[in-house]
Structure formats: C-alpha cells, structure tokens
T-cell receptor
Framework: AQSVAQPEDQVNVAEGNPLTVKCTYS??????LFWYVQYPNRGLQFLLK??????LVKGSYGFEAEFNKSQTSFHLKKPSALVSDSALYFC??????????????FGKGTKLSVIP | DAGVIQSPRHEVTEMGQEVTLRCKPI?????LFWYRQTMMRGLELLIY????????DSGMPEDRFSAKMPNASFSTLKIQPSEPRDSAVYFC?????????????FGPGTRLTVL
C-alpha cells in the first residue's frame, strides 16, 4: 500500500529565507507525486506534480520540488519565503495503474509559518 | 471554469437531523472524491466515483453515511442521522481520468457543525 510521511508538523522560517517542507513516500513502482496548499478556511489548492522526467519540478507561486528516487523523497522548496506563504501544505502520492484508480494518499500536512 | 462548487458552505444542525451536502465537479471531469477534514484525523477519503460509479467506499465511517452521483455534474453526501462527531469540513474534489495524471481539484468545502 502507498503511504506518505511529512515528518514535521510545523516549519517556521523568516521572511526572505529559503524554505523546505519535507515529504517521503512509499509506493510500489514509479510514483506520481503532488503538493497541495491549504489557506485558512479554503479548499486544497494544487501547487505542482512530478510524473516523470526532470527531478526538479516548478509550480505555482515560485515553489519547486525535488524528486529523489534513492531517498524516496519529494521535498517542497522556495528560495525566498513570503509571509503570504504561511499555510498548511500537503504532500500526496499515487501509484500509476491501468485500472483507472486516481486515489491520492495524502500526508498529514505541515503548517508553514513565515515570520516577518 | 468555475471550479468545483459545493453547497452549502456552512451547515449547522442538531443531532439526529438529516444532512445533505452537494457537489458539482468541474465540467469534463469524470472522477469525483469526497473527503472529510478534522483536526484530530486530518484529511480522510470517504468515497470516490469514476464515471458516476462508486469505486471505493471503504472510507465511509458508518451506514449513516451515503453518497450518490446520479449524473456527471452532481453528487451528494448524506448523513442520516447526524451526530456531533460528524462535525468536520467536508471537501469534494474532481479529476479527469485522462490527461492530468490524476490531479485533483478541490472545492471550497462545507463546514458542518452538529449540535
């Protein structure tokens, strides 16, 4: 069965500093990996995904994520954090399958706080 | 596109009452998911449909919960009778079965409070 771990419940970073939100996964076969962001009282919003190809994926709002197959990780990064990046971030994984199952397994989420 | 639409946005009801949550997926999407989010348990998948057919309802907590998708543009999640422990934010998400690699797009959620 597929699983996702986000080892940090909360990450604090100063505005302007680089940020990293960690994610590791477990899946049989090659994974499809996703990052979502949730602002207060809003639904989850898609940020970026890795399917295949270049290990560095760029997404919305200046975020990027690096896929590392040997470490089974997919960490979310941004070179310079903004106060407006403060939110809850979810990593998700899906096993590619031919059966049409598009179920995502989500991590528990990491709360990012960017301090002015 | 208007995105995934959910109604109502907020629902307050008393224990024992029937609650119906509604979802309109993104036009052209043929996979639909219902999730529940609480502080204690995080984000839980309740049920999902492909082409209006329920595929996996193993996340539905009890027989009090039921979901239907009568057509490609509408789904409901019903709780009957409701209990205080059902209080949560319920999200609907939709995805296209081809071309987007399973990217799910979420609605704004329905915040349910059962007194």
């Amino acid at each position: 069965a597929q699983s996702v771990a986000q080892p940090e419940d909360q990450v604090n970073v100063a505005e302007g500093n680089p940020l990293t939100v960690k994610c590791t996964y477990s899946v049989s076969g090659n994974p499809y990996l996703f990052w979502y962001v949730q602002y207060p009282n809003r639904g989850l919003q898609f940020l970026l995904k890795y399917i295949t190809g270049d290990n560095l994926v760029k997404g919305s709002y200046g975020f990027e994520a690096e896929f590392n197959k040997s470490q089974t990780s997919f960490h979310l990064k941004k070179p310079s954090a903004l106060v407006s990046d403060s939110a809850l971030y979810f990593c998700a994984v899906r096993e590619p399958s031919g059966a049409g199952s598009y179920q995502l397994t989500f991590g528990k989420g990491t709360k990012l706080s960017v301090i002015p | 596109d208007a995105g995934v639409i959910q109604s109502p946005r907020h629902e307050v009801t008393e224990m024992g009452q029937e609650v119906t949550l509604r979802c309109k997926p993104i036009s052209g999407h043929n996979s639909l998911f219902w999730y529940r989010q609480t502080m204690m348990r995080g984000l839980e998948l309740l049920i999902y449909f492909n082409n209006n057919v329920p595929i996996d309802d193993s996340g539905m907590p009890e027989d009090r919960f039921s979901a239907k998708m009568p057509n490609a543009s509408f789904s409901t999640l019903k709780i009957q009778p409701s209990e205080p422990r059902d209080s949560a934010v319920y999200f609907c998400a939709s995805a296209a079965l081809a071309g987007s690699w399973g990217t799910q797009y979420f609605g704004p959620g329905t915040r349910l409070t059962v007194l």
